[in-house]
Structures are given as C-alpha cells and as structure tokens.
Nanobody, 126 residues
Framework: QVQLVESGGGLVQPGGSLRLSCAAS????????VGWFRQAPGKEREFVST????????YYADSVKGRFTSTRDSAKKTVYLQMNSLRPEDTAVYYC???????????????????WGQGTQVTVSS
C-alpha cells in the first residue's frame, strides 16, 4: 500500500524559506515520478516539480525555477522541496504525488499521478 506523508509547511514571511518533506512508503518497482503540486483557494491544482525516480532527472514549473529545489534520499524514500525567496503567490496547500508508469510528456498533469498525500499548508504573508 502506497503512502505519502508531507510535512514542513507553515507560515513564513515574504522572502523566507521552508523545506517540505514527503515520506513515501510502499512504492512499487514501476514508480516513474514522485512530485509536488500545489493548490491555492479557488484555483486548480498546479505542477511544482517532479523527480524521475529511476534516472533522478528533476523538472520544475517556470514559476518556481531558481527558487525551489527538489531532492531525494533514495534510501529513506523521502523527497524534499526546498523553497527559497517565497512570495505571497506561493501560498497554497502543497501535495506530494507518485506516478506509476507515467510518461515524460505527462509529468506536469495531476491526472498522471496515482497516489497523493494529504497535503501541507504553506502560507507566505507578512
């Protein structure tokens, strides 16, 4: 049974930093991507970043490039999202997700992900 548990959210001032963690258990051998999405109130869930599990390639949304960094600890099956230079528009619930057999061209679409965590709130406000 796949479980994804996010942690590390909170309230931070603009320009500040947070690090989110996603502890994954039960990942099957055919997991293709483990990534991050976010959803702000009244908006659709949007892609943030994802890691191609077998090769380690990392992909980012244009809105977070240069500010966010995703890494993984394969031994711990944990994925991290280091968020720097946070802006009020980064405020959202952040979700970790895992895709089984997803193809590269679909990596930014929530529909390509099979498992989701419960989400962690990130609020950027002064």
């Amino acid at each position: 049974q796949v479980q994804l548990v996010e942690s590390g959210g909170g309230l931070v001032q603009p320009g500040g930093s947070l690090r989110l963690s996603c502890a994954a258990s039960g990942l099957p051998f055919n997991v293709r991507f483990v990534g991050w999405f976010r959803q702000a109130p009244g908006k659709e869930r949007e892609f943030v970043s994802t890691i191609r599990w077998s090769g380690g390639n990392i992909y980012y949304a244009d809105s977070v490039k240069g500010r966010f960094t995703s890494t993984r600890d394969s031994a711990k099956k944990t994925v991290y999202l280091q968020m720097n230079s946070l802006r009020p528009e980064d405020t959202a619930v952040y979700y970790c997700a895992a895709s089984l057999g997803g193809i590269l061209s679909q990596r930014e679409f929530p529909s390509a992900y099979n498992y989701w965590g419960q989400g962690t709130q990130v609020t950027v406000s002064s």
